[in-house]
């Protein structure tokens, strides 16, 4: 069965330190996977993309890792602010037309303090 | 439009009511997603609509649930007979074509409350 799964569910740092945030998938064939950033009472809006082939990609103070290999990514956050305070939501896309195509986790809520 | 508008954007109904929410995909995305979030939880597939074929319905929680999509743009959610339970954010979403790499671009939601 196609799924995602992502830890911790919530973490709660302070301002200006990092954080890693993890995701394991056992999505089967795999297409892509993306890291989305939910704000409250809001969409989620995509971060980053990582196919296959790619292993690290970094977007401002996010960067985000894949190891295809043991089906594991992180999202790792430097330097964090407020506004960084959200729900980040590991999404994982197969390649199998006929199905969903679409399989979301079900989302780090982090929270970063003054 | 710009981006992908749902709407209402919010919905109070009483418990046996039908409901319709709208969805607006960005003009030419082929695709298009329904989710469910319920408070604190994560996003549930419903269905996957690609043109105004619905290839994957299989998140639809009950036969209370349906939708159709018309002109490959505009999508309706209906719910029947509502509950309790049904209580949550309905996200739509719409992305070019089921590709690699095909970004889904979320809507604001729909935040539905049974009473």
């Known amino acids: 069965k196609n799924q995602v799964e992502q830890s911790p569910q919530s973490l709660i740092i302070l301002e200006g330190k990092n954080c890693t945030l993890q995701?394991?998938?056992?999505?089967?064939?795999?297409?892509?996977l993306r890291w989305y950033k939910q704000d409250t009472g809001r969409g989620p809006v995509s971060l980053t993309i990582?196919?296959?082939?790619?292993n690290t990609k970094s977007n401002g103070r996010y960067t985000a890792t894949l190891d295809a290999d043991t089906k594991q990514s992180s999202l790792h956050i430097t330097a964090s602010q407020l506004s960084d305070s959200a729900s980040y939501i590991c999404?994982?896309?197969?390649?199998?037309?006929?199905?969903?195509?679409?399989?979301f986790g079900k989302g780090t809520t982090l929270s970063v303090s003054s | 439009g710009a981006g992908v508008s749902q709407s209402p954007s919010n919905k109070v109904t009483e418990k046996g009511k039908d409901v319709e929410l709208r969805c607006d995909p960005i003009?030419?995305?082929?695709?298009l997603y329904w989710y469910r979030q319920r408070l604190g939880q994560g996003l549930e597939f419903l269905i996957y609509?690609?043109?105004?074929?619905?290839?994957?319905k299989s998140g639809l929680p009950s036969d209370r649930f349906s939708a159709e999509r018309t002109g490959e743009s505009v999508s309706t959610l209906t719910i029947q007979r509502t509950q309790q339970e049904d209580s949550a954010v309905y996200l739509c979403?719409?992305?070019?074509?089921?590709?690699?790499?095909?970004?889904?671009?979320f809507g604001q939601g729909t935040r539905l409350t049974v009473v």
């Open positions: 979403a719409s992305s070019s074509h089921r590709t690699v790499n095909t970004e889904a671009f």
């Open positions: 003009s030419g995305h082929t695709a």
């Open positions: 995701c394991n998938y056992t999505v089967s064939p795999f297409s892509n």
């Open positions: 990582m196919t296959f082939s790619e």
């Open positions: 999404v994982v896309s197969d390649s199998n037309q006929a199905g969903t195509a679409l399989i």
């Open positions: 609509f690609q043109g105004n074929s619905a290839p994957d």
